[in-house]
């Protein structure tokens, strides 16, 4: 009986132990002190968080890691749950804790030939370092395309031998993160744009740099040995599990460093303002907005339309801001406007398409701007939203051609604006066709949406139009000549000329709204060919700033049903509709006009 009070109180000691430990493992890593670690990659200064995120979606193409086993099978923790590691845990387990994780499948690889060839499982898309590493058909890959590029054949690379390189990127960026050498954390004292250091590196670097008298202290070495210390020692808390300790000391390890060069390193509200926006994700908000927004757009439209108007341009209004916020912060922490990578003009196409939609509807005051804008506005954003390895999101510093923001606001945001407004129009067109399926049923809202695609579309030409123009002016002073036929100069003008035939055509009398609604849909193809085709498909021409790889498969998808949906509307309607009745089918110009007015 006298034990009893005894073991009563050593068992809840215990258990108190026990509750401790366990919300000792389960503290998270503080992203937030992580964030205000700047490290240097590609040329720029960011948060460490954005670092690891930008560099998992490169190495395997997602933005968490689950952990796999050599055959594919899950790795389960102490509950059974499958193990998901965040890209903060991916990058810092690589960098402290690298062993094993060349048996982990870790490396993207999706294509299909390349899988082929090494005669690897063809439903996995992840594969260890090993694996790959060991495959004596890419060191061939990769020895003719490097043959290639010396002997200045690189039009002469087949897609084998490129993806052969996109994947020994990935396995170079998996060693330079294996070895510290990616980690590029200790700042450059003596120039703001130097060259960063990885920690490793910081004793002999500082020895090397000139001394000055502001920053004698420095080259003295005790700065730099402070740093390596505080280094180590986080580095052993993080080895030993010990996360409360981690996240202690990244903050002492962020002010060592930024003592290194204080008037060259981020400040920390710069840093944590990039991570907010990482972490915010304010284009995937406004999809989710939108689609709300025709939901209850849809949803009002027999019953209650007054409120759900009101509901639907509350939820459009909602769904720009977080777009025009989303914009902003790309401007605030690039210095250049949005639109220089294929992934920065999807989203301006959403945000401008949305724009014109609202400004329409204001005017018109019908519904149908806000039927066919939201749509392709949530369709956009999504793509932009799930496509990080076709789509990169990172933000990076210009290529030399692109460092004049005058004519880069100028060129670029208007050429790709009128892509906003003929993504609208083919929106507009795809519902006027539809209602053209039910022939007289629908006859007078189909005449409204026709002559709405006609002010969409002259708003679109417009703006190509004028974009082509000032792209030759930026031409003749960036390259020194006008125009030269390049295939991005060339596509711009086969769009131009597509959408001014269609204009024309219509005021000629030649067709009615119903072939302006046709030809709103076809030269939309012509757009994705010029916005996509020439960097992604043809990869040539003095416009290589914009050239990515991936999504191939999807645009053909898209353009096989646009193609098949026009040829049955044709069909349908020759049978059915308007086709029957050429009297319907050419109006007079004059006619049109009237009735436009």
């Known amino acids: 009986m006298r034990l009893i009070p005894s073991i009563l109180i050593l068992s809840a000691a215990w258990l108190v132990a026990q509750s401790s430990l366990v919300r000792a493992e389960a503290v998270p890593l503080d992203t937030n002190a992580l964030a205000t670690l700047a490290v240097q990659d590609h040329g720029r200064k960011k948060p460490f968080t954005t670092f690891a995120r930008e560099i998992l979606l490169t190495m395997s193409g997602t933005s968490s890691l689950p952990l796999e086993n050599a055959d594919g099978t899950p790795v389960l923790d102490d509950d059974k749950n499958p193990i998901k590691l965040t890209p903060e845990q991916v990058m810092l387990d690589l960098w402290f804790k690298p062993e094993g994780w060349d048996e982990k499948p870790a490396i993207m690889l999706n294509f299909l030939a390349l899988k082929k060839q090494f005669g690897l499982p063809e439903d996995r898309k992840l594969f260890t370092y090993k694996e790959l590493v060991s495959q004596p058909a890419l060191m061939d890959l990769l020895d003719q395309a490097q043959k290639l590029r010396q002997a200045d ?87 030993a599990d010990n996360v409360a300790q981690f996240n202690t000391m990244t903050p002492q390890v962020v002010e060592t460093l930024r003592l290194l060069a204080p008037q060259f390193y981020p400040a920390t509200t710069t840093l944590q303002f990039e991570h907010h926006y990482m972490t915010l994700h304010p284009f995937r908000w406004a999809w989710i907005v939108y689609l709300f ?35 902003a912060c790309r401007v605030i922490i690039s210095g250049r406007p949005p639109v220089t990578n294929m992934y920065e003009t999807v989203i301006w196409v959403s945000f401008v398409g949305m724009v014109f939609a609202s400004i329409l509807e204001a005017v018109y005051r019908k519904r149908y701007f806000f039927y066919a804008g939201i749509p392709a506005s949530v369709l956009t954003l999504i793509i932009a939203d799930s496509q990080p390895t076709i789509l990169d999101a990172s933000i990076n510093p210009l290529t030399a051609v692109l460092r004049n923001n005058m004519w880069l606001t100028i060129h670029v945001l208007t050429i790709v604006s009128s892509y906003a407004a003929f ?7 795809h519902i006027a066709l539809t209602m053209s399926l039910w022939g007289k049923r629908y006859a007078k809202p189909m005449a409204e949406v026709q002559f709405f695609i006609y002010r969409a579309m002259q708003i679109g030409v417009l703006l190509l139009a004028a974009g082509t123009i000032l792209g030759g002016v930026w031409a003749n002073y960036s390259w020194g000549r006008f125009w030269g036929w390049d295939p991005k100069e060339t596509w711009a003008l086969v769009t131009l000329l597509c959408y001014l035939a269609v204009l024309h055509g219509r005021l000629a009398g030649w067709w009615g709204g119903f072939g302006l609604a046709i030809g709103a849909v076809a030269c939309l193809l012509s757009v994705v ?69």
């Open 153 to 239: 054949k690189v039009d002469s690379l087949t897609s084998i031998q490129k993806e052969a390189e996109h994947l020994g990127e990935r396995l170079r960026l998996f060693q330079d993160c294996v070895n510290g050498q990616k980690q590029m954390i200790v700042p450059n004292p003596t120039t703001e744009g130097g060259r960063w250091s990885a920690i490793q590196d910081v004793s002999a670097n500082f020895k090397m740099w000139p001394a000055t008298k502001e920053d004698a202290r420095l080259n003295n070495g005790p700065v730099a040995d402070d740093a390596v210390q505080k280094f180590t020692a986080w580095e052993g808390a993080y080895r």
């Open 423 to 429: 993504v609208l129009t083919a929106a507009l067109g």
């Open 293 to 327: 927004a025709i939901l209850a757009l849809l949803l009002t439209a027999i019953w209650a339309r007054k409120i759900g108007y009101r509901l639907t341009w509350t939820l459009v209004l909602v769904g720009l801001g977080f777009e025009v916020y989303g914009l």
């Open 529 to 597: 060919m010029s916005w996509y085709g020439v960097n992604f498909v043809l990869g040539k021409g003095l416009h290589s700033y914009g050239f990515g790889t991936g999504g191939f498969s999807y645009v053909a998808v898209f353009a096989g049903f646009e193609v098949a949906f026009v040829a049955f509307v044709l069909a349908w309607n020759r049978k059915y509709g308007v086709l029957r009745k050429p009297s319907a089918a050419r109006p007079s110009g004059k006619a049109l006009a009237s009735t436009s007015a």
